[in-house]
Nanobody, 124 residues
Framework: QVQLVESGGGLVQAGGSLRLSCVAS????????MGWFRQAPGKEREFVTT????????AYADSVKGRFTISRDNAKNTVYLQMNNLKPEDTAVYYCAASRGDRLALARASYAYWGQGTQVTVSS
């Protein structure tokens, strides 16, 4: 079974930064796009960003564009989410996910594997 484990979440004040990491075990990570989603209490899980298997192709939700950066290190089976200028509305559980293919995907149904999530709380 493929496992994705997120880390790096925590409590930060508005305007601060965090970097999330997601380590994948198993070979499913190879050749597939990866994504980050987030879910706040009482809300649907929403798309944040995705990155192609090579890493040169990315997409971002408008709400995080210019503030968040996704990257990956395939040799380490790790995907990262650098979050800068955090806002209280960024507060959510953040999940990394492995896509079913190599193409960028924004829909939850496009992802086959999910991590357990890591809490990000931004105080005002």
């Amino acid at each position: 079974q493929v496992q994705l484990v997120e880390s790096g979440g925590g409590l930060v004040q508005a305007g601060g930064s965090l970097r999330l990491s997601c380590v994948a075990s198993g070979r499913t990570f190879s050749g597939v796009a990866m994504g980050w989603f987030r879910q706040a209490p009482g809300k649907e899980r929403e798309f944040v960003t995705t990155i192609g298997w090579i890493g040169g192709s990315t997409a971002y939700a408008d709400s995080v564009k210019g503030r968040f950066t996704i990257s990956r290190d395939n040799a380490k089976n790790t995907v990262y989410l650098q979050m800068n200028n955090l806002k209280p509305e960024d507060t959510a559980v953040y999940y990394c996910a492995a896509s079913r293919g190599d193409r960028l995907a924004l829909a939850r149904a496009s992802y086959a594997y999910w991590g357990q999530g890591t809490q990000v709380t931004v105080s005002s």
